[in-house]
């Protein structure tokens, strides 16, 4: 959501948050958030003329932005790439957030990648984030937040990789190496991202986002006057 500009000159772009005890993606499963970051000229790290979208890495050309946002706990989209003469840049990756109190089992592809231009002159999205917190980690599915790339040599930058963390007490079998921010391919290349993959607990408070009254019961003060 504001995916599409600034408010009051402040980006605050939001993705998803998934709160579990346990949580399970099948081989066949994902969570996708690909190109669901901000759109083309728009995000912090928005390319200027023809340049990839930066977030946690670079993006590539001549005039890409800035990095931004924060390593260890990413929750911010990606950028969008810098339109070229004939079309618009691509969108950055989204935001996913997992929470899970218990046992995370990845077999499947949580993804958020910027978006790739074919044959122009613009400028490739930036990589989003993906960030899990869990007690329990395993499986043999991919987590990525790959920059997009652009396809045409003489064309525009690739964007910068997003940015990935995984926060665990307990490794049952992810391996940290299914874990990519990879910059994309283009006239510049894009830089690649940051991926944190770190034992050691993680405390994080859950402001409520909705109001709830169960029932009302009307209490009455009665004095003891003897």
């Known amino acids: 959501i504001n995916n599409q500009g600034a408010i009051n000159k402040k980006y605050i772009g939001k993705g998803v948050t998934i709160a ?3 949580l399970q993606i099948n081989a066949t499963g994902s969570i996708n ?3 669901q970051g901000y759109i083309t000229d728009v995000g912090p790290g928005a390319g200027g003329g023809g340049s990839g979208g ?3 890495g670079l993006g590539g050309g001549q005039y890409p932005t800035t990095t931004y946002g924060s390593a260890t706990a990413p929750a911010d989209l990606g950028s969008g790439g810098g339109s070229g003469i004939l079309s618009g840049g691509g969108f950055g990756g989204g935001a996913i957030e997992l929470l899970v109190a218990g ?3 990845n077999n499947g592809a949580i993804s958020a990648n910027g978006g790739s231009i074919p044959n122009t002159g613009a400028g490739a999205g ?5 960030y899990v917190l ?4 395993q499986g ?3 987590i990525t937040a790959n920059a997009g790339s652009n396809t045409f040599p003489n064309g525009g930058g690739g964007g910068g990789g997003g940015r990935i963390a995984v926060n665990y007490l307990t490794n049952a079998g992810l391996n940290a190496s299914s874990l990519t921010a990879n910059g994309g391919t283009g006239n510049t290349a894009g830089a690649v991202g940051t991926v944190k993959f770190t034992q050691a607990p993680a405390l994080l408070l859950l402001k409520p986002t909705v109001a709830a009254v ?3 019961t009307t209490v009455q003060w009665f004095s003891d006057t003897g």
């Open 20 to 22: 579990a005890g346990s």
């Open 33 to 35: 958030a690909d190109l």
């Open 54 to 56: 930066s977030y946690g």
């Open 103 to 105: 046992t995370f089992s």
């Open 126 to 130: 930036s990589g989003g984030s993906v």
């Open 134 to 137: 869990a007690h329990t980690v």
């Open 140 to 142: 043999t599915g991919t």
């Open 214 to 216: 169960h029932g009302q």
